[in-house]
């Protein structure tokens, strides 16, 4: 989806819904020239992926493997699994 930097000023909550729900990517243009690129986000926030664990119904073994796999991820990228 293409739009100018004027349609985005008047009309941004509509093109940020259209990206959300969608997963439309935005070109935003300005003078004619592609200026920018809107897109959703890949992943979901610390807090999101707690409550989507919380949710899961996990057997002893995927507890097991996925705190191992945390644990894992931890050392390689910092903070995975500590809050």
Known sequence: MKVTATELA????????RVIARGAVVQVKRHGKSVAQIRRTVGVSGA?????????RFTAAEQRELKTAMS??????????SH
């Open 48 to 56: 999101e992926l707690l409550k989507r664990l919380k949710s899961a």
């Open 10 to 17: 008047n009309d941004s909550k509509g093109i940020l819904d």
């Open 72 to 81: 894992a991820a931890s050392k390689v990228f910092g903070h995975a699994g």
